[in-house]
């Protein structure tokens, strides 16, 4: 075994316990979902179409979404870092806005992100409903 092994363990496990501890706090919120439609345009007088928007949030099982403004492309993720990396290779070479709505949000378009999350969101919903009753 690999000097770092164990470390590349503890990391995977690491994760693993956060993601249950993002479910199990979802599922204690309630949170007012904003429709996609509201996404679609920005204000021209704030930030120039010019420039890519996306919109970073959290949607109902806690998990990160990142969605371009016009809704060409989008990702679902475990972490807030992962979601703004996405954005920002999406937008590459040029920058990017990132709008941060209060409210949570669903992806209503294909994951680009993680695909494994999507799997980990399904058991998540499981666990949560498992603890509440």
Known sequence: ??????????????????????????????????????????DP????????AFFIG???AGLWVAREAGGRVGGLFLFKSSAIDFAKSQSAPAQCALVFPADSFELDIENRGNPLVVLGGHAWRLLARLAGR
Do not use: C, W, Y
């Open 58 to 60: 959290r949607n109902e």
């Open 1 to 42: 075994m690999p000097e770092g092994a164990p470390v590349t363990i503890m990391t995977l496990q690491a994760r693993e316990a956060a993601a249950i501890a993002i479910a199990f706090q979802a599922a204690h919120r309630r949170p007012r979902h904003v429709a996609a439609a509201e996404f679609k345009s920005l």
């Open 45 to 52: 007088d704030v930030i120039s179409a010019a420039i890519p």
